[in-house]
Nanobody, 119 residues
């Protein structure tokens, strides 16, 4: 089992910045990917950014260089620095971890943190 605890959400004005953090604990295998998804009301959950254990990063197109994902491997923590936030970035942001032994992969989700971009 893996537990994910998110923090850092909140209310911010358009053009502002927020930094999300997700601390993972439990049985995390060396091969893993951690990242962030989001879900706005009435929409499906969508990928924002993920980072593989080898260092490769993947971003959604809408990020457009505004967000940056990073990891502290020693602390099993993943961060999402969000800049130039727009009202359409308003959503619940979920931390995600996929890991497992060999060819197996288990998926875990955090409880979500609300990000609201509004003036």
């Amino acid at each position: 089992q893996v537990q994910l605890v998110e923090s850092g959400g909140g209310l911010v004005q358009p053009g502002g910045s927020l930094r999300l953090s997700c601390a993972a604990s439990g049985n995390i295998f060396s091969r893993n990917v951690m990242g962030w998804y989001r879900q706005a009301p009435g929409n499906e959950r969508e990928l924002v950014a993920v980072m593989f254990s080898g260092g490769v990063k993947k971003y959604a197109e809408f990020v457009n260089d505004r967000f940056m994902i990073s990891r502290d491997y020693a602390e099993n923590t993943v961060y999402l620095q969000m800049n130039s936030l727009k009202p359409e970035d308003t959503a619940v942001y979920y931390c995600n971890c996929r890991t497992g032994p060999g060819n197996y992969e288990y998926e875990y989700w955090g409880q979500g943190t609300q990000v609201t971009v509004s003036s």
